[in-house]
Protein backbone atom coordinates (compact mmCIF):
# COMPACT_ATOMS: atom_id res chain seq x y z
CA UNK A 1 0.00 0.00 0.00
CA UNK A 2 2.77 2.23 0.75
CA UNK A 3 3.80 2.35 -3.10
CA UNK A 4 3.04 5.47 -3.92
CA UNK A 5 2.43 5.37 -7.49
CA UNK A 6 -0.69 2.72 -6.32
CA UNK A 7 -1.71 5.33 -3.95
CA UNK A 8 -1.81 8.35 -6.56
CA UNK A 9 -3.44 6.22 -8.97
CA UNK A 10 -6.61 5.38 -6.58
CA UNK A 11 -6.90 9.09 -5.92
CA UNK A 12 -6.44 10.54 -9.29
CA UNK A 13 -9.28 7.48 -9.99
CA UNK A 14 -11.50 9.05 -7.56
CA UNK A 15 -11.00 12.65 -9.24
CA UNK A 16 -8.03 14.08 -7.26
CA UNK A 17 -6.42 17.34 -9.28
CA UNK A 18 -3.03 16.71 -7.11
CA UNK A 19 -2.96 13.09 -6.95
CA UNK A 20 0.66 13.21 -5.94
CA UNK A 21 1.12 15.76 -3.58
CA UNK A 22 -2.00 14.37 -1.86
CA UNK A 23 -0.38 11.08 -1.87
CA UNK A 24 2.52 12.17 -0.45
CA UNK A 25 1.01 14.07 2.68
CA UNK A 26 -0.96 10.59 3.05
CA UNK A 27 2.02 8.56 2.75
CA UNK A 28 3.74 10.71 5.13
CA UNK A 29 1.01 11.03 7.91
CA UNK A 30 0.17 7.70 8.14
CA UNK A 31 1.88 5.01 10.91
CA UNK A 32 1.60 1.94 8.67
CA UNK A 33 0.00 0.57 6.27
CA UNK A 34 -3.02 -0.12 7.23
CA UNK A 35 -3.60 3.55 8.89
CA UNK A 36 -2.88 4.42 5.10
CA UNK A 37 -5.99 2.49 4.05
CA UNK A 38 -7.96 4.28 6.24
CA UNK A 39 -6.72 7.58 5.22
CA UNK A 40 -6.84 7.04 1.87
CA UNK A 41 -10.99 5.68 1.48
CA UNK A 42 -11.98 8.07 3.62
CA UNK A 43 -10.17 10.53 1.29
CA UNK A 44 -11.58 8.76 -2.20
CA UNK A 45 -14.99 8.71 -0.28
CA UNK A 46 -14.90 12.41 -0.63
CA UNK A 47 -13.58 13.92 3.11
CA UNK A 48 -11.46 17.35 2.35
CA UNK A 49 -8.12 16.36 2.38
CA UNK A 50 -7.47 18.53 5.77
CA UNK A 51 -10.01 16.75 7.66
CA UNK A 52 -8.62 13.43 6.70
CA UNK A 53 -4.46 14.14 7.50
CA UNK A 54 -5.87 16.32 10.81
CA UNK A 55 -4.56 19.68 10.07
CA UNK A 56 -4.47 22.32 6.90
CA UNK A 57 -1.19 24.76 6.56
CA UNK A 58 -1.65 28.58 6.73
CA UNK A 59 0.97 31.04 6.82
CA UNK A 60 3.38 28.60 7.66
CA UNK A 61 1.68 26.68 10.60
CA UNK A 62 -0.12 23.80 11.05
CA UNK A 63 -3.66 24.38 12.01
CA UNK A 64 -5.62 22.26 13.20
CA UNK A 65 -8.77 20.61 11.69
CA UNK A 66 -11.71 18.80 12.83
CA UNK A 67 -14.74 16.98 11.12
CA UNK A 68 -17.42 20.06 10.09
CA UNK A 69 -15.49 22.95 10.62
CA UNK A 70 -14.24 25.25 7.91
CA UNK A 71 -11.22 24.23 6.45
CA UNK A 72 -9.24 27.30 6.17
CA UNK A 73 -8.22 27.93 2.60
CA UNK A 74 -5.04 29.50 1.10
CA UNK A 75 -7.02 33.09 -0.18
CA UNK A 76 -7.68 33.64 3.63
CA UNK A 77 -4.00 33.84 3.73
CA UNK A 78 -4.45 37.62 2.49
CA UNK A 79 -7.11 38.50 5.53
CA UNK A 80 -4.57 37.21 7.95
CA UNK A 81 -1.52 39.38 6.56
CA UNK A 82 -4.03 42.00 6.66
CA UNK A 83 -4.44 41.89 10.24
CA UNK A 84 -0.86 41.09 11.02
CA UNK A 85 0.34 44.40 9.39
CA UNK A 86 -2.31 46.14 11.25
CA UNK A 87 -1.51 45.12 14.40
CA UNK A 88 0.93 46.11 17.00
CA UNK A 89 2.12 44.86 20.89
CA UNK A 90 -0.80 45.88 22.90
CA UNK A 91 -3.31 45.95 20.35
CA UNK A 92 -6.79 44.10 20.72
CA UNK A 93 -7.15 41.95 17.45
CA UNK A 94 -10.70 40.01 16.80
CA UNK A 95 -10.71 36.88 14.64
CA UNK A 96 -14.60 37.40 14.19
CA UNK A 97 -16.01 33.90 12.62
CA UNK A 98 -12.91 32.73 13.45
CA UNK A 99 -13.51 29.16 12.23
CA UNK A 100 -10.47 26.53 13.30
CA UNK A 101 -8.75 30.15 14.33
CA UNK A 102 -6.46 30.23 12.05
CA UNK A 103 -6.41 34.42 11.43
CA UNK A 104 -5.27 34.46 15.08
CA UNK A 105 -3.08 32.14 15.36
CA UNK A 106 -1.38 33.66 12.63
CA UNK A 107 -1.45 36.88 14.44
CA UNK A 108 0.25 35.26 17.79
CA UNK A 109 2.49 34.23 15.58
CA UNK A 110 3.38 37.21 14.10
CA UNK A 111 2.59 40.15 16.52
CA UNK A 112 3.85 39.03 19.81
CA UNK A 113 2.27 41.20 22.85
CA UNK A 114 -1.32 41.30 20.76
CA UNK A 115 -4.53 40.43 23.05
CA UNK A 116 -6.43 38.25 20.48
CA UNK A 117 -9.58 37.23 20.59
CA UNK A 118 -11.41 34.50 18.73
CA UNK A 119 -15.51 34.71 18.22
CA UNK A 120 -17.81 31.70 16.30
CA UNK A 121 -21.11 31.02 16.40
CA UNK A 122 -20.70 27.39 15.64
CA UNK A 123 -19.35 25.54 18.96
CA UNK A 124 -17.70 22.85 16.70
CA UNK A 125 -15.33 26.02 15.80
CA UNK A 126 -14.42 27.37 18.87
CA UNK A 127 -13.85 23.72 20.25
CA UNK A 128 -11.45 24.09 17.30
CA UNK A 129 -10.11 27.09 17.65
CA UNK A 130 -9.14 26.70 21.57
CA UNK A 131 -7.25 23.56 20.29
CA UNK A 132 -5.51 25.53 18.19
CA UNK A 133 -4.81 28.63 19.73
CA UNK A 134 -4.89 27.48 23.48
CA UNK A 135 -4.26 29.85 26.36
CA UNK A 136 -2.26 32.71 23.95
CA UNK A 137 -6.23 34.13 23.36
CA UNK A 138 -9.73 34.72 24.29
CA UNK A 139 -12.08 32.09 22.16
CA UNK A 140 -15.81 33.07 22.37
CA UNK A 141 -19.44 31.31 21.22
CA UNK A 142 -22.27 33.62 19.77
CA UNK A 143 -23.62 35.53 17.31
CA UNK A 144 -21.38 38.11 16.18
CA UNK A 145 -20.64 41.10 17.90
CA UNK A 146 -22.79 39.16 20.69
CA UNK A 147 -20.06 37.17 21.47
CA UNK A 148 -17.46 39.47 22.61
CA UNK A 149 -16.68 40.86 25.94
CA UNK A 150 -18.91 44.06 26.57
CA UNK A 151 -14.90 45.44 27.93
CA UNK A 152 -14.03 45.03 24.11
CA UNK A 153 -16.54 47.58 23.00
CA UNK A 154 -14.76 50.78 21.24
CA UNK A 155 -11.44 49.14 22.16
CA UNK A 156 -10.91 46.26 18.98
CA UNK A 157 -7.81 47.92 17.05
CA UNK A 158 -7.97 45.05 14.70
CA UNK A 159 -11.42 43.11 13.62
CA UNK A 160 -10.74 40.71 11.15
CA UNK A 161 -13.73 38.61 9.63
CA UNK A 162 -14.26 35.59 7.33
CA UNK A 163 -17.98 35.51 7.34
CA UNK A 164 -19.67 33.50 4.80
CA UNK A 165 -20.19 35.09 2.06
CA UNK A 166 -21.74 32.17 -0.31
CA UNK A 167 -24.97 33.17 -1.86
CA UNK A 168 -27.81 31.33 -0.66
CA UNK A 169 -28.44 29.66 -4.39
CA UNK A 170 -25.07 29.19 -5.07
CA UNK A 171 -24.13 26.93 -2.09
CA UNK A 172 -25.62 23.82 -4.06
CA UNK A 173 -22.81 24.54 -7.17
CA UNK A 174 -19.44 24.69 -4.12
CA UNK A 175 -17.13 21.61 -4.49
CA UNK A 176 -18.74 18.40 -2.69
CA UNK A 177 -16.36 18.63 -0.55
CA UNK A 178 -17.43 21.83 1.75
CA UNK A 179 -21.22 21.46 0.76
CA UNK A 180 -20.92 17.57 2.36
CA UNK A 181 -18.34 17.98 5.32
CA UNK A 182 -18.41 22.00 6.03
CA UNK A 183 -21.52 23.01 8.32
CA UNK A 184 -23.90 25.47 5.97
CA UNK A 185 -23.33 28.55 8.79
CA UNK A 186 -20.18 28.59 7.66
CA UNK A 187 -21.27 28.62 3.78
CA UNK A 188 -24.48 29.97 3.55
CA UNK A 189 -23.72 34.32 3.24
CA UNK A 190 -27.92 35.04 2.95
CA UNK A 191 -29.55 35.65 -1.02
CA UNK A 192 -26.36 38.16 -2.31
CA UNK A 193 -23.86 36.87 0.19
CA UNK A 194 -23.70 40.05 1.76
CA UNK A 195 -26.05 39.45 4.91
CA UNK A 196 -23.31 38.82 7.45
CA UNK A 197 -21.23 41.26 6.20
CA UNK A 198 -24.13 43.86 6.56
CA UNK A 199 -24.19 42.90 9.89
CA UNK A 200 -20.56 43.26 10.65
CA UNK A 201 -20.08 46.73 9.57
CA UNK A 202 -23.45 48.49 11.09
CA UNK A 203 -21.48 47.07 14.04
CA UNK A 204 -18.11 47.67 13.59
CA UNK A 205 -17.63 51.67 14.32
CA UNK A 206 -19.06 50.89 18.09
CA UNK A 207 -16.27 48.22 18.48
CA UNK A 208 -13.43 49.44 17.16
CA UNK A 209 -10.94 51.88 18.65
CA UNK A 210 -10.52 55.37 17.31
CA UNK A 211 -8.05 54.65 14.16
CA UNK A 212 -9.23 51.06 14.59
CA UNK A 213 -9.37 48.77 11.22
CA UNK A 214 -12.00 46.34 10.29
CA UNK A 215 -11.22 43.95 7.14
CA UNK A 216 -13.86 41.64 5.88
CA UNK A 217 -12.62 38.70 3.30
CA UNK A 218 -15.16 39.09 0.16
CA UNK A 219 -15.00 38.13 -3.75
CA UNK A 220 -13.63 40.10 -6.36
CA UNK A 221 -17.07 40.45 -7.57
CA UNK A 222 -18.83 41.25 -4.20
CA UNK A 223 -15.90 43.40 -2.90
CA UNK A 224 -17.38 46.50 -4.44
CA UNK A 225 -20.71 45.74 -2.17
CA UNK A 226 -18.69 44.67 0.95
CA UNK A 227 -16.56 48.23 0.72
CA UNK A 228 -19.55 50.28 0.09
CA UNK A 229 -21.40 48.50 3.55
CA UNK A 230 -18.31 49.86 5.38
CA UNK A 231 -18.41 53.01 3.83
CA UNK A 232 -22.24 53.37 4.57
CA UNK A 233 -20.84 52.48 8.27
CA UNK A 234 -18.68 55.52 8.08
CA UNK A 235 -15.26 53.87 7.53
CA UNK A 236 -13.20 55.14 5.09
CA UNK A 237 -12.70 52.39 3.17
CA UNK A 238 -10.21 50.44 0.60
CA UNK A 239 -10.07 47.04 -1.32
CA UNK A 240 -7.05 44.58 -2.25
CA UNK A 241 -6.51 42.03 -3.91
CA UNK A 242 -3.83 39.00 -4.32
CA UNK A 243 -3.44 37.28 -7.97
CA UNK A 244 -1.08 35.02 -6.23
CA UNK A 245 -3.31 33.99 -3.06
CA UNK A 246 -6.79 34.52 -5.22
CA UNK A 247 -8.16 36.09 -2.12
CA UNK A 248 -9.72 39.95 -1.67
CA UNK A 249 -10.58 41.53 1.36
CA UNK A 250 -12.45 44.96 1.64
CA UNK A 251 -10.96 47.09 4.55
CA UNK A 252 -12.33 49.83 7.02
CA UNK A 253 -10.81 52.35 9.34
CA UNK A 254 -12.43 54.05 11.78
Known sequence: MRHEPAVVARLRAAGSVFAEEEAALLTAEAADDAELAVLLERRTAGE???VVLGWAL??????????????????????AREAVRAASAGAVVVDLCCGTGAVAAAVLAAVPGAEVHAADVDPAATRCARRNLGGAAAVHTG???????ASLRGRVGVLA???????TAAVGTMPREAREHEALVALDGGADGLDLHRRIASGAASWLAPGGRVMIETSRSQAAGTAALLRGAGLRTRIVHSSALDGTVALGRR
Not at 161 to 167: E, I, S, T, W
Request: glycine content about 6%.
Open 161 to 167: ANAPYVP
Open 58 to 79: FRGLRIAVEPGVFVPRRRTELL
Open 143 to 149: DLYDALP
Open 48 to 50: PLE
